[in-house]
């Protein structure tokens, strides 16, 4: 024996791997993603790993293992003798080796080094790695690599991850059975796998249970009642904190640029984006909400689909459909079972079964067109024409109540940034993620609209226009000779107010004023100072219609160049991963953002001027507080941003964003830091709105996929998209101080004439506060009195003011709708 024992030696020890790696193994793990505040976003890679320290796994998981695995783990050496001398009896007439001598320790072994061939050649290798490892690590280090690397199927390698995969649970909740069926899975991944043979795993487990109370783990009531408790196992996928699947596919496609895909899904890296997960929470609901608000007011499209040979007391038939069909956007499937009068009962995929009354049902007027909605119903028979077995999809309301719903065909993306450094704080990128993956966000080129105006009016300012100049609102004709065209654009509700402030032009969105301002500061320079805050320059052409919003830009850029107005006139750039490390706490990579510093630009200003003096106090002058690369550029006048978002202030207050928060009962209205603009592109088919304070941005847009179709008439901004962004500002801002933007240096207020825009006359009644930098302010005095005209025109603008706004035109009555059939 001693001979055999040394000859196996000298044949199989040269072929032993060295095990140092192994007391700091680095397991394949997959990359995980966080928000900034430590929630779990996402998780990709080749195979799931929740790597695990011996002290979190439970004890009945480890009584179960042992019993069922290596019943001698803590009296062997590595080896087990009396199961060597089995194998070695049945392999010497079978020339086959089995596995069943196999202790923790040479299993483990051959996890970490070897393969699974049953050649004598591996066998003799595995059992003196094993006793090697016996001599340089203790029972526990064993126990624990063996528990964090076996496969446990399903791509779940280790217990933890196993334990989420199985149950969707972390290890410090597993039961005793649960710990058994783990440990009865180890004998055969497929075999005994709960999900695909529950059968078998059954049968497995109660084994496992009984060799445990064989061995005096548990006692016999507890065996007794264990064995006749159910499989409780299903597939759970990974278990996340934070819905945000737009952003973890931009960070997963990002990290495999940089560091290629074997390392990115094996090496654990942990991303942590800038995310906020009240402000992504925020904007998920916003999102949906306003979508399927917008659907309901364009009426009901019928069932998803119509069971044939309905039968209500099939349970089993009908559960099987709706596991079929998957949950969208929060909106369940559901068969409807009866129906009643004035209201409906369904059954769910959980087997619940749910009624719905009228309220939840009333809105489901028939869609005839995007335009067009049938009669508004009077019992649920106009509804389900075909009856019952439709099925439908059901939305639960905040009050616990359900209604009917139906999965919007239109698509909306919404984005917040910091402007202080372009961090994206919340992104959503669709209606949901796993029915289309496209992130409108960052992928959707759609015409902006009137969005763009504030920065036609921003171009102005530098120019020389203040928001007192008066531009002529009246119909407006440009001929182009060389291609024989006639563009003639026009106002939303086709009326025209002659001259008329720039302040005015800008809350009410008047398209002749934005049309004669790009003339008169041209368009190429308009295209200039586009690019300058950050919209790219491919994407436009240097014509008037620009000031219409014909360009085409996706909802980041548009919330980008946003951002310029919020932080004072500075170009940021949009990013969203903060930091990416390794498992052992590594950095790999640390955002380093370019970000807005006041005190920096003042500082440069004043260095500059003492070079230029050669002032002996050169060297006097304070460091930066950061290094210059990394201070945000001045593009803009700061003078000229304070102004334009003191204008758009107007819009959320008097302009036409106003209408649709006072439909809302929006607490909005009554802060006084908040700026915005609507914007609709030709035919309603894209609606748009960009707002702010000093510490947040928020664009969304809404529109269909297919470009050619329309939201509706009046569908504009105001109505569409401005609901996401109020929702989204509502609850991110309830309880929190205002941020209004400063006013710099180099802005001064004086009173004005409402009409002329001169300086108001001494003692003039209606004279007005206005804005001006202090080398731009009117340099002439309105007459001391007012003549019949100026009373007509002020009161035309009044009525304009109050009556008119590009998003507050109203549908007809309930009664009216009854007579036409129609909504519009």
Sequence with gaps: MVLVVLGAYLFAGPQVPAIDSLKNVQFQTPMRIYSADGKLIGEFGDVRRIPVELEQVPQNFINALVATEDQRFFEHGGVDVQGLLRVLKVGLTTQEFSEGASTLTMQTARNMFLNRDRRLQRKLVEMFLALRMETELSKEEILELYINKVHFSHRAYGLGAAAQVYYGK?????????????????????????????????????????????????????????????????????????EAPYVAEMVRLDVIKQFGRDR??????????????????????????????????????????????????????????????????????????????????????????????WDGLKWAAKFISDSRIGYKPKTTADI???????????????????????????????????????????????????????????QARRQPGSNIKPFIYAAAFEKGFTPASLVN???????????????????????????????????????????????????DYAERFLVKVGLPDEHMDPYQSLALGTASFTPLEMATAYAVLANGGYQVEPYYIKSITTSFGDVLFEAQPKVVCEECEQIKIDLALAERKFSPEIHNYPELPIPEDRIAQLVIDPRDAFI?????????????????????????????????????????????????????????WMGFSDHRRSLGRFEYGGKAALPIWASFMEQVLEGSPEREIIQPPGVVSTKIDPSSGMLAALGQSNAIFEYFRDDNVPNQMAEATTDFNDIYNESVMDSYDQDFSEDSLELPTEEQQEDTGSIF
């Design 170 to 242: 972390d290890l410090s909740q597993m039961t005793l059975t649960e710990s058994a069926m783990m440990a009865g899975l180890l004998k055969g991944e497929s075999n005994y796998n709960p999900i695909s043979n529950p059968e078998n795993a059954f049968n497995r487990r109660n084994l496992v249970l009984r060799r445990m109370f064989e061995q005096d783990y548990i006692d016999q009531a507890t065996y007794e009642q264990a064995i006749d408790s159910p499989l409780t196992a299903e597939k759970h996928s990974a278990d996340l904190d934070l």
């Design 264 to 357: 990115a899904y094996t090496q654990g890296m942990i991303i942590t984006t800038t995310l906020d997960s009240k402000h992504q929470l925020a904007a998920n609901k916003a999102l949906r909400d306003g979508l399927i608000e917008y659907d309901e007011r364009h009426g009901y499209k019928g069932p998803e689909l119509q069971l044939e040979n309905f039968d209500p007391s099939d349970t089993d038939s009908l559960i099987t459909v709706l596991k079929d069909t998957p949950e969208i956007g929060g909106l369940m499937p559901a068969i409807v079972t009866t129906i009643q009068d004035q209201s409906i009962t369904v059954l769910t995929k959980n087997e619940q079964v749910l009624t719905i009354n």
């Design 384 to 442: 389900f024409e075909q009856g019952a077995g439709a099925l439908v999809r059901i939305l639960q309301k905040e009050d616990g109540s359900w209604q009917l719903s139906q999965i919007p065909e239109a698509s909306s993306g919404f984005v917040a940034i910091r402007p202080a450094d372009g961090s994206i704080s919340a992104l959503v990128g669709g209606f949901d993620y796993l029915s289309n993956k496209f992130n409108l966000v960052t």
């Design 473 to 523: 609102d009246a119909p407006y004709v440009k001929v182009n000779d060389e291609i024989d065209e006639v563009w003639r654009p026009q106002n939303d509700n086709l009326k025209y107010n002659g001259p008329t402030r720039l302040r005015v032009g800008l809350k009410r969105s008047i398209n002749t004023i934005s049309t004669r301002l790009i003339d008169a500061i041209g368009a």
């Design 644 to 700: 334009i978002y003191d204008m758009m202030k107007d819009v959320i207050h008097s302009g036409t964003a106003t209408t649709a928060l006072k439909r809302r009962n929006s607490f909005l209205l009554e802060r006084h830091d908040l700026a915005g603009k609507t914007g609709t592109a030709n035919d309603y088919k894209d609606a748009w709105f960009s707002g702010f304070n000093s510490e947040l941005v928020g664009s969304a």
